[in-house]
């Protein structure tokens, strides 16, 4: 018979049991989460997890340090520039707030620098000497049709003096001739002299050709009834003698239609030595979202962009020379949506993915090719699988260099449309009649991939979003590994951090990747909650630095010329298998024109590995590179910094 107290002890005991199962039925969801949480984490930070599929880490700025980081590019001296400017922030644009910041990822530090323009939706590119070209950037904010108060637009500003320039300032009154109502300049505004016009024939005189300039211009006062309907001539108040007669404006409709994002002229170069900006002459043509593409003698075209007054550019695009710091256009007319992914090739000739930004009419400038520079002349390629849904698709230079293969990734349709492309396109360059052919497909209809080539010849693809901005709660937080060798896509450790529109990625000299950025629409499924700017950095380690000890790579010129060589130092020589020079990334948008691979040639003896560079200048571009061996593992070294003058 037992005891009392062991019957006590027994119904005790039977009743835990049943709480703990009542409570286990009440928070199942919870216990599960919490378990299979706590499982996932033992999982992925096993070191054979590691090894197949690589590591993700988050890293979070001090909250003083925090940005919308919009733009980042990797300098030479191992740094990374992230730039915000006003960060897609109307509050941050009208308080002047432009942020940049300069981070060491070794090292770990964060500075802040001096931002002197809005340069939010800028364009970037490596320059020659080792700094970052920056033009263009944010004038004014969009506004909504309902938003916005006060009628405004395009102001042509015409100067029939050939005797001099005009610039009006900010300010300046405009009162149309007809319809008696003014509008006032909210930028100034440099108006060319008019040309003198001579017969060809006789060579005399027939008329001054009006020199032009182009201004937005609002309403005094808010409400419809100062909008306008027709074209108008503007008297310009404020002036005197002949200037009266000579300058003047013209105007088509003034309204109160929803005002797009307008861009600016300004142009830098940020240097990685003094780590500062340094103001250039600004371009010709007022860009916001325009493409920079380095081109074979080292100068920059700057395509696309919207103008001064929110419109696309017309198809003028610009080349600067850095020796001079100026910008020329170019001969010829050709238009592009906003950010479009165009690559200088082997051939000097220029690829357009049909990658871009949005922005820009759905029927022009869309289709890929190749194009002729000095004689603008395209050539399409067909067979482009989801032809309407590039917009937001990313496009790479598959490694290596040489074979001129690229990959079109995902994609979605035309502004804010919910459909998505799970395509991944290829197409060879080096085919004299190159036709895009579907690699394997990705899981998801895919909307603003990161891409990143790394060096071991393979291409990291990861992120993105199935709907605009992540809509619905649609981020992707997947990531695949592409290997252009046999052609296939496997899936690895997913990231922690969904990323949409305003994201990127940039490979760092140690061989991982940084991932900056996304701005979704939404923070909820049900689309009521506002997003907030993704501000942390996540960073991830590919499998190849889990297999053992990474090879060695020392010594060595920091400069070698096309068709030169130089001479390393590694221990582990013996088992290298690959070279490669890798340009460092400049991203933004879905748009990296800067990042390339390119294999060179190897011979090893004893402790030494001496590698020689191509000599086409179309193919390795003037500046710095991060210089890659890689083992018989496929584990990379750590890169050596070498500059190609």
Not at 353 to 363: C, K, Q, R, T
């Amino acid at each position: 018979m037992k005891d009392p107290s062991s019957r006590r002890r027994a119904r005790r005991i039977a009743i835990g049991a049943a709480v703990v199962l009542a409570l286990a039925g009440m928070n199942g969801p919870w216990l599960w989460r919490v378990g299979s949480e706590k499982y996932h984490n033992y999982k992925i930070n096993k070191p054979e997890y590691k090894a197949d599929n690589g590591h993700w880490d988050v890293v979070d700025f001090p909250e003083e340090y925090r940005q919308n980081t919009i733009h980042a590019a990797l300098l030479h001296t191992g740094k990374v520039l992230l730039v915000a400017g006003s960060g897609n922030n109307q509050k941050n644009f009208d308080n002047k707030k432009f942020d940049t910041r300069l981070w060491d990822p070794v090292k770990g530090t964060i500075k802040k620098i001096d931002t002197p323009k809005d340069l939010f939706c800028t364009g970037h590119t490596q320059l020659g000497n080792g700094n970052l070209l920056i033009a263009g950037g944010t004038q004014r904010y969009e506004k909504l049709k309902g938003d916005v108060t006060k009628a405004g637009g395009l102001m042509i500003v015409h100067n029939e003096d050939p005797g001099k320039p005009m610039t009006l300032p900010a300010g300046t009154k405009f009162t149309g001739k007809e319809n008696g109502k003014t509008f006032v300049s909210k930028d100034p505004v440099q108006i060319e002299r008019a040309k003198r016009v001579f017969d060809p024939d006789t060579g005399k005189f027939i008329r001054n050709e009006a020199g032009l300039g182009r201004v937005y211009v609002e309403a005094q006062q808010s409400g419809a009834k100062h909008e306008t309907g027709t074209q108008d001539n503007y008297r310009v108040q404020g002036l005197k003698g002949s200037d009266t007669r000579n300058v003047y404006g013209i105007a088509q409709k003034l309204a109160l239609d929803k005002k797009d994002f307008q861009g600016i002229k300004d142009s830098f170069e940020f240097d990685p030595v003094a780590e500062k900006y340094i103001k250039v002459d600004p371009m010709n043509e007022a860009r916001w979202y325009p493409t920079l593409t380095t081109l074979t003698d080292g100068k920059v075209l700057s395509l696309s962009g919207l103008d001064e007054i929110g419109q696309l550019v017309p198809g003028k695009n610009e080349v600067y020379d850095p020796k001079t710091k100026k910008w020329t256009y170019t001969k010829g007319i050709r238009q592009f949506p906003t950010y479009p992914a165009i690559f200088q090739m082997a051939s000097g000739k220029l690829f357009y993915s049909g990658s871009n930004a949005g922005y820009g009419p759905d029927n022009v400038g869309r289709k890929p090719g190749i194009w002729d520079l000095r004689t603008n002349k395209f050539q399409k390629i067909p067979g482009m699988s989801d032809p309407d849904l590039l917009e937001t698709s990313g496009t790479v230079e598959l490694p290596p260099a040489q074979d001129q293969k690229y990959m079109v990734v995902g994609g979605g349709g035309v502004g804010e449309s919910k459909e998505s492309s799970t395509k991944n396109r290829i197409v060879d360059l080096k085919d004299p009649n190159p036709k895009f052919t579907d690699g394997p497909e990705l899981e998801k209809g895919t909307r603003y991939p990161q891409i990143s080539t790394l060096p071991d010849d393979t291409v990291l693809i990861s992120g993105g979003s199935e709907d605009y901005r992540g809509r619905s709660d649609s981020n992707i937080h997947q990531a695949r590994i592409y290997n252009p060798r046999t052609n296939e896509l496997n899936r690895v450790a997913d990231p922690e951090v969904g990323r949409n529109y305003h994201s990127g990625s940039i490979l760092l000299p140690d061989g991982r990747v940084m991932f900056f950025g996304s701005d979704s629409l939404y923070a909820d499924k049900a689309n009521t909650k506002p997003g907030e700017f993704e501000q942390r950095i996540e960073i991830y380690t590919p499998p190849y630095l889990y297999h053992g000890a990474r090879p060695s790579l020392s010594g060595g010129p920091k400069t070698i010329a096309r068709g030169g060589s130089g001479t390393f130092t590694s221990k582990h020589a013996t088992s290298l298998k690959t070279a490669r020079l890798i340009r460092p990334s400049a991203s933004t948008h879905v748009t990296d024109i800067d990042q390339t691979s390119i294999a060179l040639d190897m011979k090893k003896s004893g402790d030494k590995v001496t590698v020689t560079v191509p000599k086409n200048r179309s193919l390795v571009e003037s500046g710095w590179y991060m210089l890659f061996v890689t083992d018989d593992q496929g584990t990379p070294s750590k890169a050596q910094w070498v500059k190609i003058p």
